[in-house]
C-alpha cells in the first residue's frame, strides 16, 4: 500500500468552501480545520493534496468525487452520496462514515484506521491495495465488489454482505462477527479462524456440532 503523498508543513490554511473559487471544482494544497460542510451539492469535485481536520461533512452529495493524496482526521462523512467516486492514496483516521454511500467507486491504495463505518455501501466498487483497521463494519454492503490485495485487520464485521464478491485471498481471520451474508463458493481461498470457519459449516453444510 502507498501512502499519500501529501506534507502538513508545505500546505497552506484553507477551507474547502475554496472550492467554489475553481470553475472545475477543484481544491488542492490546503489543510482545513474545524470546518462545517454540509448540505452542500457538487457533481464530481476534485481535492488532492490536502488535509482536513476536524471535519462535519454530512449529509453532502459529492457524486464522482476524486481524492488523491489526501488525509482525512476526525471527520465525519455519514449519510454522504459519494457514488462513482475515486479515492486513491488517501487515509481516514479515527473518521464517521456510518451510511455513507460508495457504490461503484474505486479506491486504490486507501486506509481507513479506527473508523466507524456501519452501514456504509461500497456495493460495486473495485478496491486495491487498501486495508480496512480497527474499525466498524457491522452491516456494510460489499456486494458485488472487485477486491485485489486487501487487508481487514481486527473489524467489526457483523452482518457485513459479501454477497456476489469473491474472498479469495482474503483474510478475515482477525475480524469479529458471528455471521457475514456471503456465498459459499466465494469462501474459497479465504482464509478464516476456527469460529469462523465452523459457523459457516453450520450454515452451508447444516452439520450439528455437540
Keep these: 500500500m502507498i501512502f499519500p503523498k501529501v506534507n502538513e508543513a508545505s500546505l497552506n490554511k484553507g477551507s474547502f468552501f475554496h472550492i467554489y473559487e475553481n470553475e472545475d471544482f477543484e481544491l488542492y494544497n490546503i489543510l482545513s480545520q474545524k470546518e462545517v460542510i454540509e ?43 459519494l457514488t462513482k467516486s475515486m479515492l486513491h492514496r488517501v487515509k481516514f483516521v479515527n473518521c464517521k462514515l456510518t451510511g455513507t454511500k460508495l457504490m461503484e467507486s474505486y479506491i486504490g491504495n486507501t486506509l481507513f484506521e479506527n473508523c466507524k463505518m456501519d452501514y456504509v455501501n461500497l456495493s460495486g466498487s473495485n478496491i486495491k491495495e487498501s486495508t480496512f483497521e480497527h474499525s466498524v463494519l457491522s452491516s456494510a454492503d460489499f456486494v458485488d465488489c472487485s477486491l485485489t490485495k486487501i487487508m481487514f485487520s481486527t473489524n467489526d464485521l ?6 456476489d464478491t469473491d474472498l479469495k485471498n482474503i483474510d478475515l481471520s482477525s475480524n469479529s462477527f458471528e455471521m457475514i451474508e456471503v456465498r459459499s463458493e ?18 452451508f453444510l447444516q452439520i450439528k456440532v455437540v
Design 39 to 81: 448540505n452542500q451539492i457538487i457533481c464530481h469535485p476534485i481535492i488532492y493534496k490536502s488535509i482536513f481536520k476536524y471535519a462535519f461533512f454530512a449529509s453532502n452529495d459529492f457524486q464522482r468525487m476524486e481524492i488523491t493524496d489526501c488525509i482525512f482526521e476526525n471527520c465525519d462523512f455519514s449519510g454522504c452520496i
Design 158 to 163: 457483523e452482518n457485513a454482505s459479501f454477497f
Design 186 to 203: 466465494h469462501l474459497k481461498n479465504c482464509t478464516l479462524n476456527q469460529l469462523q470457519a465452523l459457523g459457516f459449516a453450520r450454515k
